[in-house]
Structure formats: structure tokens, C-alpha cells
């Protein structure tokens, strides 16, 4: 029997899972449960657990911060994530699989059958081999995507298609050329995610995808315009590092 443990900031999610894999006929034991990386790290700590399903968006931090706290990491882990954006930092961390949200039951268990086919003390020698499949699974296309939730349902945004982000009170207001979403996580969570896709924090209320940026107004009050005309200020800090980021100076 595999001692397991399930971080999640989102209790549904744990229950769901946990309820997958107590269906499956892989001898998993889930010993315990944590909503954030600080309770996972004492569980972990306590129990010792061979297996850890791991979340990485969580609020204030994330599943890779867990995974930091320890050297070596004396267990395996599986990310089980709304995004498709960490497949090089789980390589990174030797993870045995990657699954996306929501979770299918023909992926979840072939995640398993990894666990139950090596040894749990085996080091991986090349750990790019790994997720190899996983990875050209979520790259469909080369298309980098985000999940947001809407109610009880997931919808995968194309990062492409991201005009802006705008800040509401802890919510995130996402625009895209036709409609725009809200999600439940702050613009500062979308911005370390995004800012390898060339977005800029123009101002604390608005993250913006340079690809639509249309022009860029020095004035004392300096804003800019963006493709479908839209006005956002930028604050005077980041006026200067905008230029830089832009390659205007």
C-alpha cells in the first residue's frame, strides 16, 4: 500500500480525486489532506508520505514552494493543476506525472501505474523522459493555455487571446476580444504566471499582453492605447521600465 497525501486549496477538488483514486484498483492510500503548502509541510514532515498529489496555484504560496522546502525530496509527486504552463518546472522537480484539470480518469490512472510499476526510492536518471507524453499532450499545437473556473465548469483560455487582466478587489477580470471572464485569483497570481509570454504590469490594476499594445503615450499622464482602442494608464514607476521592456530607449 502507497501512503499518499492530497494538496489543494480547493476542497471539492480533494474530495474528487480522493474518491478517483479510492475507486481505482491501485493499492493508494490517501493518510491525510492539506489546503495550503504550510499544513502540507507539517503533514509531510509528521507522516512521511511516499506520494504526494500536489496543486500549484494556491494562495499565497504555491505546490513548487513545497517542493523547495525539501532537499532532497523524499517523495514522489504528481501535479495536478488547472494550468499548462509548469510542465518544464515539474521536469525541473522530477515529477512522475502531470495531469490537468479536470481530471480524467484514463489519465489519473495511468499516472498510477507509474507509481506502481517502479519503485518509489528509484531516481529517475533523465527526468525530461518522464513527462515527455504529458507534455506533448498539453502543448496541443504548441497552444499555451490557462483554466479559470466558471461556476462548476473549466473553460481553457488561449494566453494569445489575453488582451488584458484587470484588478477588482482580489478578483482578476480577464479581456479578450469578445468577452471578458472574472476569476478568483489575484492580478499578482496571472503575473508571475504570464510574464514569460511577454505581459507587463503597466499599472497595479491592469496586466497587459504587449502583442496588443497600439501605441504609447510619454505624456505627463502616460497611457497607453491597445489594438481595440482601449485607454489604460500606466503609472508613473513603471513608465520608465515599460520603455525599457518595449525596447524604446
Not at 507509474?114 to 515527455?132: G, Q, R, S
Amino acid at each position: 500500500m502507497i501512503s499518499a497525501i492530497i494538496v489543494d486549496d480547493e476542497r471539492n477538488n480533494i474530495s474528487h480525486l480522493k474518491k478517483m483514486i479510492q475507486s481505482s484498483s491501485y493499492d493508494v492510500d490517501i493518510i491525510d489532506t492539506a489546503e495550503n503548502v504550510d499544513d502540507a509541510i507539517q503533514i509531510i514532515q509528521l507522516k512521511n508520505p511516499e506520494l504526494v498529489f500536489l496543486d500549484i496555484q494556491m494562495p499565497v504560496k504555491n505546490g513548487f514552494d513545497l517542493l523547495k522546502h525539501f532537499n532532497p525530496i523524499p517523495f514522489k509527486v504528481i501535479i495536478v493543476t488547472s494550468y499548462d504552463n509548469y510542465a518544464i518546472q515539474a521536469i525541473k522537480f522530477s515529477a512522475v506525472d502531470y495531469i490537468l484539470k479536470p481530471i480524467h480518469k484514463e489519465e489519473l490512472y495511468a499516472a498510477l501505474a507509474k507509481i506502481a510499476t517502479k519503485p518509489l526510492i528509484e531516481e529517475t536518471h533523465n527526468p525530461a523522459d518522464i513527462l515527455v507524453s504529458n507534455i506533448e499532450k498539453i502543448k496541443k499545437n504548441d497552444i499555451e493555455r490557462i483554466a479559470i473556473k466558471l461556476n462548476n465548469v473549466i473553460k481553457y483560455i488561449e494566453i494569445k487571446d489575453i488582451i488584458f487582466i484587470e484588478a477588482d478587489s482580489g478578483y482578476s477580470i480577464i479581456h479578450l476580444p469578445q468577452e471578458k471572464y472574472i476569476e478568483k485569483k489575484a492580478v499578482t497570481e496571472f503575473e508571475e504566471l504570464l510574464n514569460q509570454y511577454r505581459f507587463f504590469r503597466i499599472h497595479h490594476k491592469y496586466l497587459v499582453n504587449s502583442h496588443f499594445i497600439k501605441e504609447f503615450k510619454f505624456t505627463e499622464k502616460p497611457e497607453i492605447i491597445l489594438k481595440n482602442n482601449t485607454r489604460l494608464e500606466v503609472s508613473t514607476r513603471r513608465k520608465q521600465e515599460l520603455k525599457t521592456f518595449l525596447n524604446l530607449m
